[in-house]
Structures are given as structure tokens and as C-alpha cells.
């Protein structure tokens, strides 16, 4: 990491965390962790790493970067939002649609991939003959630190995970019991089409969760497969042919959300748009036909899980 970024003792990141309430970790390495001060920023884009360069371009001489050791994460920040909506996914099939929606309003504090979510996979012990619970508390704590509210209007923390951490659902949930968590999906064809336009960052990666994956095939079939598995009263399945504007109620009720009438209009109206169209915003066009072929298995798959009672 750059040298021109201080480096703060446990006692100074503490008082740096009590002077800024903008200042969230932004990126973990092995032994460290890299802070950003967000000051009053309002993420809405569709990824978190998106917000981060759209902040610093818009404050490149005000902006506060600090590193420190991994200590914090044994040291769970009492100014917190606990998260109120987890949202899971299969990859390319509406969930940086969902996130960007939701952050709309400014009442909800909204994290879309952000890297410390996944990069805790690597940080957390390996070693089984260790105490579990500690690892949760770490888990928990790397949550609750980004859920500081840098703006008072903030009532509500969604985080939109990354698509492999649906295999550590369990994990996750023992961490925050209750919090209400969406999985959607996808019909496998235009999900697999879309995969081999653009692979994501993480195919053939290890990503510290004992899972590599290599085709589009295989992580969906992973995915789809462990969303299944799930016995949970406060997790469902989304299919992304019903997301659509009409739907969006009832995603506010299951999150818990109760917006006014003018961010209905607001989260109502992103439905129009692209995605991810970045920077440069554009009319969404759906993708009409379907190209890839899809094992038999996979679309076994994707007909039980459209088969389960969903949201409507």
C-alpha cells in the first residue's frame, strides 16, 4: 500500500473512528486493513468499488485514508446499524439492479460487493481446532464497522454479497440470525450467456472458502444448488422475470423498509435503467434471446427453485 498512507496504532484508529464517522475499511490484506473516511457519501452506484472511485474523483484533496493492523476485528464499533437485508444471488440476474434501487433513498445504507466482504474469507482462521465463535465475531464485527451511519438519515444496512458467498450462507447466518436475506435467480441461459461476455474476477480464483470454480456452469449449479439447501423462515428465492416494479413492495415489507411515497417513486424509477451502465447511464434493452446450452441438471435446477413459493 502506498507509504504516504498513515499508519494508526489501535489507540489511534480509535479515536480516528470516534472524530470520523465516515471512516469504513475498505480493503483487507494479511495483517491489514485499508480505511477510507466516506465522510457524508451517499453510495449510489451498482458496485461498491464504483462509489469508491466516484467519491475520490469528487474529493481528491479532502479524502482521509489511514491503515492498521486486522485488531479491530476483535473490537465491534458501538455506532452501528445492524444489517437489516441480506441479498444473495447466482450472478447476473438483477442483484446490482435490486442494490441500486434500494439506495435510492438515503435511508438505506447499501453495500454491493464490496471487497472486505469477500476478502474476510481469506483473513478469518483456517485452523479447526480454534474457537468458532471467534471467527463469527470477527465476521460480525467487519460487518458492523462498514454499517457506521456517515449520514443521519440512515435507518436501514443492505448488503449485496458477491454470488459465491451464497456457499457460507450458514456461516452468515450464525453471525446475524433473523436478518431477512433474498437469493435470486436466473433462467441458467441468459445467466451463462451473460458469464461468457464478461467472466467475473473471481472464476479460478481461490477465494478462501475451499470452492474454485471454472465454467459458468459449474458456480451456478454450485449456487443455485446451495440456495436450495436452505431451511430458513427468513429466506427466499426471487426469480429475476418477476423483478419489476410491481414486486418492490413486497421486498420493502420483507426487509423490513417502510419508505415514503416520493423514494417509492425514486426506487420505482431505476427500473428503467441499465444496471450497469456505469458512469454514463442508458434506457435498460433485456436480453430477448437466450443462446446458451444448459445441462439438464442445471435446468432441473432452476425449475425447483422457480417451482418455491416466492415473494409477490
Known amino acids: 500500500m502506498p507509504s504516504i498512507w498513515p499508519h ?3 489507540t489511534q484508529l480509535g479515536l480516528e473512528r470516534k472524530a470520523r464517522p465516515g471512516l469504513i475499511p475498505v480493503q483487507l490484506s494479511a495483517g491489514q486493513a485499508q480505511w477510507i473516511d466516506m465522510n457524508g457519501y451517499h453510495c449510489y452506484e451498482g458496485f461498491f468499488h464504483q462509489s469508491l472511485a466516484a467519491y475520490e474523483g469528487l474529493t481528491p484533496s479532502r479524502r482521509q485514508r489511514f491503515t492498521s493492523t486486522l485488531d479491530f476485528l476483535t473490537d465491534p464499533p458501538e455506532d452501528s446499524i ?16 435490486l442494490s441500486k434501487v434500494l ?8 453495500f454491493s460487493e464490496a471487497a472486505p466482504h469477500n476478502q474476510i474469507w481469506r483473513i478469518l482462521p483456517t485452523d479447526k481446532s480454534g474457537d468458532p465463535s471467534r471467527n463469527l465475531e470477527m465476521y460480525r464485527t467487519l460487518l458492523l464497522a462498514m454499517g457506521r451511519p456517515r449520514l443521519p438519515s440512515y435507518r436501514a444496512h443492505i448488503v449485496k454479497f458477491t454470488s459465491f458467498n451464497i456457499v457460507k450462507f450458514d456461516f452468515i447466518r450464525a453471525a446475524f440470525p433473523g436478518v431477512p436475506a433474498l437469493f435470486l435467480f436466473r433462467d441458467p ?12 474476477s473471481w472464476m479460478g480464483a481461490e477465494l478462501g472458502i475451499g470452492k474454485t470454480w471454472h465454467t459458468p456452469e459449474a458456480a451456478i449449479e454450485t449456487f ?9 423462515p427468513d429466506f427466499q428465492c426471487v426469480d429475476h422475470a418477476h423483478l419489476t416494479p410491481d414486486l418492490l413492495p413486497a421486498i420493502l415489507r420483507f426487509f423490513h423498509l417502510d419508505p415514503s411515497m416520493e423514494e417509492m417513486r425514486l426506487m420505482a424509477s431505476e427500473f428503467a435503467w441499465d444496471a450497469k451502465g456505469g458512469s454514463r447511464p442508458r434506457r435498460f434493452e433485456p436480453a430477448l434471446i437466450a443462446t446458451a446450452a444448459v445441462p439438464p441438471h442445471l435446468r432441473e435446477l432452476y425449475g425447483r427453485a422457480a417451482a418455491l413459493k416466492s415473494l409477490r
Do not use: K
Not at 189 to 200: C, F, L
Open 189 to 200: 441461459a441468459h445467466a451463462i450467456d451473460s458469464y461468457r461476455r464478461r467472466n467475473p
Open 103 to 110: 439506495a435510492r433513498s438515503r435511508a438505506h445504507l447499501v
Open 224 to 232: 443455485l444448488d446451495a440456495a436450495l439447501s436452505i431451511r430458513d
Open 8 to 10: 494508526l496504532t489501535e
Open 82 to 97: 445492524r444489517p437489516s437485508g441480506f441479498i444473495f444471488h447466482m450472478g447476473r440476474c438483477g442483484s446490482t439492479l
